[in-house]
């Protein structure tokens, strides 16, 4: 059987318990080695074979999952955040249906939380944003036209652009196309929650200059939006004006 597993986004106290319990039982271990922490790795029990995805093909990742199972053994593929936004496991997941192999999975805490969390930022709130746009740019990967940066930014709605940090200057102009202006607030979320976690807080317009001047071009979040500036509206479900299901309003 096949256990994928979110890792989360890279303090080793970040992945569920559930996910830790399988990469102490696991017998072979297959690690996305370019984001996952691998102090995760110690949780390994001894004699377990360990491989770093990042040196491998898919076929070679799946060469040993099949090898694994032919063998009446376990494994973990262990993916960095959550497994579902770019973790490429629908390719994996597919191949192991074709192949007869049993998998489940398990998430983690994306990167998308980390970073709101290194900031303490919350994306939706009320009378700024409700919605959420994950995306990227374009990059070896092909974006569909109709998800260009600049469609979503005429929105205004808050983003969290996902392997963008390499071509911040580039991002920052489509940005700019949108409805974002150059003072909107934006953030450079470098490995949140590792040790070296680094946060820089700027504008869409110096999203490209923050990046140079911080030394920062990968493994970062890019958030923009206003949920990163000061102005809100104070939620209804605590207003004490407003009953809910669970309590009266004050009269
Ligand atoms: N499945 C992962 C995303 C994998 S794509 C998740 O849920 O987070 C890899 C991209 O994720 C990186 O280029 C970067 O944009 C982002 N990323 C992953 N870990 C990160 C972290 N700790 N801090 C900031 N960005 C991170």
């Keep these: 059987m096949v256990h994928f597993v979110g890792a989360g986004p890279g303090a080793p106290d970040l992945i569920t318990l559930r996910g830790a319990e399988l990469l102490k039982e696991a017998d072979v271990v297959v690690y996305a080695g370019s984001l996952v922490n691998p102090a995760l790795l110690a949780l390994c029990r001894e004699g377990c074979a360990v491989y770093n995805s990042a040196e491998m093909t898919l076929e070679q990742v799946l060469g040993v999952m099949q090898e694994a199972e032919a063998a009446g053994r376990n494994t973990v593929r262990l993916h960095t955040g959550d497994p579902c936004l770019y973790g490429a496991v629908r390719e994996q997941m597919d191949a192991l249906d074709a192949l007869g192999i049993p998998y489940d999975e398990t998430p983690g805490v994306s990167s998308l939380c980390g970073a709101a969390a290194a900031v303490r930022a919350e994306y939706t ?127």
Excluded: N
């Design 125 to 251: 709130l009320p009378g700024v944003s409700q919605s959420v746009v994950i995306t990227r740019m374009e990059g070896r990967t092909p974006v569909p036209e109709r998800e260009a940066i600049a469609s979503w930014a005429a929105h205004g709605a808050s983003m969290a652009i996902f392997l963008s940090a390499g071509m911040l200057e580039q991002l920052q102009s489509e940005l700019l196309k949108g409805a974002y202006m150059a003072s909107t607030p934006a953030a450079l979320v470098y490995k949140a929650t590792w040790p070296e976690e680094k946060v820089v807080r700027c504008t869409v317009g110096a999203l490209a200059a923050a990046g140079r001047e911080h030394g920062i071009s990968k493994t970062a979040l890019v958030l923009v939006g206003d949920f990163l500036g000061e102005a809100y509206e104070r939620s209804k479900l605590y207003d004490p004006a407003f009953s809910t299901g669970f309590r009266e309003a004050d009269q």
